[in-house]
């Protein structure tokens, strides 16, 4: 089983964590140019990461290669509220995704132009939806949610994204998890 992806992506790490009993390999690409880009260009048109290769397929996108993984060793499948918690995480995600995208390009927008105001709508409130349900209780457990909540907020605070001023609950998790050696194996700091 081999994994494409980058050691900064956020989608990469839930899967390496989530694979961190399991053999595999992690290939490391700078996907944004030279020969890591074309490993991606032959791996996937969607040019996205992660990737996962296995058995004669490529499985594209991590919601997918979760889905895959669940099936190929039987993980306990998502309910539909942790289905939900993923949408929420894969929002801000991708929102995020987009305003880093921008600012690396040097594009600069206005806040209220409707493509940043409406991304700054929805990180904020998905931001505030998963601080309550973090208070709730809801990501008490350690199981594929709360990974990819913390590969999240870990990834903000790396990229200084947002300032998570009022989600304390969201800062403390992040923090209750830090030292796990799953979380420290993949610092993309390191
Ligand atoms: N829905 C995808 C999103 C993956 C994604 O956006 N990955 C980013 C890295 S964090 C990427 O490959 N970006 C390249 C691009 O947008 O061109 C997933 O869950 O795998």
């Known amino acids: 089983m081999k994994l494409y992806g980058s050691t900064t992506s956020p989608y990469v790490r839930r899967i390496r964590i989530l694979l961190s009993q399991t053999p595999h390999e992690f290939v490391s690409l700078n ?11 032959s791996k996937t048109p969607v040019l996205r990461v992660p990737c996962l290769e296995d058995d004669g397929h490529l499985i594209f996108d991590s919601r997918v290669i979760h889905n895959y993984l669940t099936e190929k060793f039987q993980y306990a499948a998502l309910s539909w509220e942790q289905e939900n918690q993923l949408t929420l995480i894969d929002a801000v995600n991708d929102s995020l995704v987009i305003l880093f995208q ?15 105001k409406n991304q700054r709508e929805r990180i904020d409130a998905s931001l505030r939806a998963l601080n309550n349900q973090v208070e ?4 008490s457990g350690w199981q594929y949610p709360s990974i ?25 998790f992040r923090e209750d998890h830090a030292d796990r050696i799953e979380i420290t194996a993949t610092d993309p700091r390191d």
């Open 102 to 116: 921008m600012k690396q390009s040097n594009i600069e927008a206005d806040r209220d132009a409707m493509l940043v």
């Open 31 to 41: 996907i944004y140019e030279g020969k890591g880009r074309e490993v991606l260009a």
């Open 136 to 139: 709730e209780g809801q990501f």
């Open 148 to 172: 990819c909540l913390y590969t999240l907020i870990d990834w903000i605070e790396f990229r200084q994204l947002h300032t998570l001023k009022d989600f304390d609950a969201l800062k403390s």
